[in-house]
């Protein structure tokens, strides 16, 4: 049984509990709500189940949303780094649906939590009923090309006069809402807690061969476009593309925090396209 803490609450609102599960990769931490049909939510990189915080109990009135820490991210086991691979994380994901009896679900990755969906849904296509892509990235050769060198952004390891923290602020405050200093502060919790991780995990994205595996992707599939990343809207229109059976919808002004800058629009997408797709859903 995983160890259970529930979250504070109004009177009559249902609470998230959060709970560890060990698995054969290690401790993982993973937060969930609702009673419905399963469905995963994946955070980018460096962040942590909190990413989804605000959306989780907007999908528990249908769902079983289950949002977890990527192992060595929030609160997840930190393995020594260097084994890290999309492949491994999606395999790891799979791990923790197991040991919570689930044979079926739908999977929602935003960033990096979007490469392991493509993953997962390669993988593990009888095990997924639909995906959700959120601001991925298109993993192609001239993407592994282009970030070949070392890892800059998102650079966590401390420095004895403290300057790392406003350099890990400057570097993604452009990419923010203006003025939105609780979103930045969330990421720098999460950013801290991975450490060196934070970085590398970029440098994971980088290293994955996507082109092999996007024909390989046949489940039901969202594309959500936030029109103001400039990482990810770019790579829409192609990967929707790449992908069968996908369909993209574009998100006026949403930027890299988008499930917590948009948590209200994002839930309602998701909500949405889930509810019309997979197997046994109402």
Known sequence: MPNIAKSARPQGVEAITRHFLEVPQGTLHYATIG??????LLHQT???WAEYRAVLPLLAPHFQAIAMDTIGFGDSSKPPL???SIEWWAQTAISLVDAMGIKRLSVVGHHTGAVIAIEMAAAYPDRIEAVV???APLVDADFRTRHAGPVHVDNAVGSSDGSHLLALWRQRQPWYPPGDIDLLNHFMVDALKAGARAADGHAVVARYRMEARLPLVRCPTLVLAPTADPHAYPNAV???RAIANCRMVEINGGRVPLPEQMPERFAE????FLLSHGEGMP
């Open 238 to 240: 192609p990967l929707a």
């Open 269 to 272: 997408l998701v909500t949405e």
């Open 35 to 40: 009673t419905g049909p399963p469905v995963l």
């Open 82 to 84: 260097g084994n890290d």
């Open 133 to 135: 892509l959120s601001a």
């Open 46 to 48: 460096p962040r942590s």
